[in-house]
């Protein structure tokens, strides 16, 4: 059973003339990482707060470990909670600047009524390799690859099986990015957590995940694991992003449906891209009329 998974899920915005996220099926199985690559505005943080039940869908059905979203009453829901934990870009926003790190860290334990030790506090920390002096200190007292560290140790805080994490590096310095890069990697193995991941940086996809999902326009365009999607990717949008030898034309638009989104960009469109193409399998799963 997969851990968390989305059956032709559809996100409209209230007053919005069209859906952010169209017809999206994925699954994440226990041990998997998948990363959710696509440019600003193709619907990434949407798709993953969807997921995380905290914009309703418009269609479609998300599921965490088998169960419908949908079926659950808000408390049943804050229960599951602990089990999926989300990490946003901006590692301030989770961290409430008025407040000692001890007091932010310790507030997802009183949120569930479960006392916590000093002791427990560290330990977090030193998961996230900090140490034990950061608990006196207040949000801007700390580099933003420490904040974003501290913001994992919350996320950890209550045993969650699975993290959903929104461009995790992107606010930090390239060195400071590969270090928790890194730690993420370290985690993962130690404490066996699932990952979703989402990133505009195929380089960030590249270093963590298993498997793929290349999001444009809402839609998902490409899918499989790691290898397949960067050995032989099939759409011209995941070639042009991962080689150089497909330009796409950038300044050209997002073109409406029905037809391909990626029509008006695409070297390789033609009349028959004039119809909105369906994921099919062609090895791993590809939505483009030409590689049919
Ligand atoms: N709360 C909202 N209400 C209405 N429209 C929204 C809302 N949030 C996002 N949108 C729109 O939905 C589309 C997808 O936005 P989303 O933030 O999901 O994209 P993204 O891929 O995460 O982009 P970025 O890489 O810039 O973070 C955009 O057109 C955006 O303007
Ligand atoms: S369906 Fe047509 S326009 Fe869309 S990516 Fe494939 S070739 Fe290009
Ligand atoms: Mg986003």
């Not at 696509?38 to 949407?46: A, H, L, N």
């Not at 901006?90 to 961290?95: F, N, V």
């Not at 420490?146 to 140790?153: E, N, T, Y």
């Not at 033609?270 to 030409?290: K, Y």
């Amino acid at each position: 059973m997969s851990v968390l998974s989305l059956e032709h899920v559809s996100v409209r915005y209230p007053g919005a003339g069209r859906d952010v996220v169209k017809d999206v099926s994925l699954s994440v199985d226990a041990g998997q990482v998948l990363g959710i690559v696509g440019e600003s505005g193709s619907g990434k943080s949407t798709l993953l707060k969807a997921w995380l039940g905290l914009v309703p869908v418009t269609a479609g059905v998300v599921a965490w470990s088998g169960t419908d979203l949908s079926t659950l009453s808000s408390r049943e829901l804050a229960t599951r909670r602990s089990a999926v934990q989300p990490v946003f870009q901006d590692p301030g926003a989770a961290l409430n600047p008025r407040l000692q790190i001890r007091a932010s860290l310790a507030e997802p334990f009183e949120i569930h009524s479960r006392p916590v030790s000093e002791a427990e506090l560290v330990r977090l920390l030193s998961e996230v390799q900090l140490g034990a002096e950061v608990l006196e200190r207040r949000p801007h007292e700390l580099s933003a690859g420490m904040k974003q560290r501290v913001a994992l140790a919350r996320a950890l805080a209550l045993n969650p099986s699975t993290l959903v994490l929104d461009e995790p590096v992107s606010a930090l310095d390239v060195s400071v990015q590969a270090q928790v890069i890194e730690l993420l990697t370290t985690l993962r193995t130690k404490r066996q957590l699932n990952l979703v991941l989402v990133s505009h940086d195929l380089g960030v996809i590249r270093a963590l995940s298993t498997h793929v999902a290349v999001l444009f326009a809402g839609r998902v365009v490409e899918q499989g694991t790691l290898e397949e999607v960067f050995r032989a990717p099939l759409h011209p949008y995941t070639q042009s992003l991962v080689s150089d030898a497909v330009k796409p034309l950038v300044d050209r638009p997002i073109a409406p449906e029905p037809g391909c989104s990626f029509r008006a960009r695409c070297p390789f469109a033609t009349d028959a891209c004039h119809f909105t193409p369906r994921l099919e399998p062609r090895g791993h799963l590809v939505a483009c009329v030409r590689s049919a």
